[in-house]
């Protein structure tokens, strides 16, 4: 299969050319036809799949031939994601796609000055990548509106229920014209996500490329047992004897991957941390370096590292075992992308055979155990409970994996609904 096949306009084509791709991954052969057809889509399909050109190649050529009325530009796609990371990557990705077509796009999410946001949406735009909230934002202030809004693509769902925007999705559905192209991408379907894509999709067309919850089967997995305080001094081992230059390390808090990063810094490894406290600069910032290669580690929690997207990331290391076996398999969903090869890497202490138990559970099958000499377990070391982050009591109930629910039933007003997601993301 090629993609001259899918028929994809030639200005696209040029632009696939340019980023290389000789051919349509398994999203992209399933999805592109059917959004052609103007049809709503649900697609069961993670990150490293190539699902971003799934939704963004038939979504500009769709956008380009539709008639237009009236010479300003109005914004006539909407592409929502969870995080600042995925709206950043989605943006380039649109705007990398449309290099030859007369489209214009923007980017808006928080943490970031919202004139210049203004000043680029005056201009006319005709593609919007946003997150909830600071599209909401916008509306209030009226610098954004959606009333001619064609395309809705709603991008990692699942992950944007997790956050609790599910109010802010509500609100925006709600300023939409009723007649639009729906698209929605899940990693997971839960009930939530079933019940929202039964309210926002008129018969979509189902596309699923890798089974729910399975991990790729191009990563190769392997768990170290190790006990809790020797974990760091393991990481920098493995890193040196191993030779290892682009390192994706995930810790369950920030301030554990702001101490690893210290640590691994001075133990000479070049590292930074990511996560949902530092800025958007310095985020923006520690990524480009490790894509340079001139950081050998980034060291992540799991929102932050949502939607980054990295060419042939060769290793990712579970510093510590997520809270929510869900996030094992975006973890290492990070590795082995578009074709690669990829390693995923545990350091499990005896705390965490719970979680490695459900890990194991969810992905239906056993990860092989690899004892590193020298750092056997002391097998006399007691496991004691994993501490959750500090400001999640803040939240309400947490439910299992110490989530928030999702649809807390309260009083609050829309804006401390968000700012709950907002505070439950920056903790993480
Ligand atoms: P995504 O799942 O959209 O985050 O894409 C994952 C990675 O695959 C990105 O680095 C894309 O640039 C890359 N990619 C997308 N489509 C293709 C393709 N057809 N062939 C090779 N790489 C691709």
Redesign the pocket.
Known sequence: MS?DSLGLSVELLRA?ND???????P??SQSIPVILEGRDILAG??????????FTLPMLQRLSQMQTNGSRRKIRALVLTPTRELAA?VGE?VKTYSRYLPLESAIVFGGVKINPQIQKLRNGVDILVATPGRLLDHISQKTIDLSSIQILVLDEADRMLDMGFIRDIRKILALLPEQRQNLLFSATFSNDIKQLANKLLTKPALIEVARQNSASERVSQLIHPVDKKRKRELLSFMIGSENWHQVLVFTRTKHGANRLAEQLSKDGITAAAIHGNKSQGARTRALSNFKQNTIRVLVATDIAAR?L?I?QLPHVINYELPNVPEDYVHRIGRTG???NKGEARSLVCVDEHKLLKDIERLLKRDIPRDMIPGYEPDPSIKAEPIQKARARKNTTKPRSGGRPPMHAKTNRSHRSQRNTGQNNQRNR
């Open positions: 993609f696939i980023q290389g791709y000789s051919q349509p991954t999203v992209q399909a993670q990150t490293g799949t190539g699902k971003t050109a799934g990557q990705s939607g997207d060419d992308r578009a074709g």
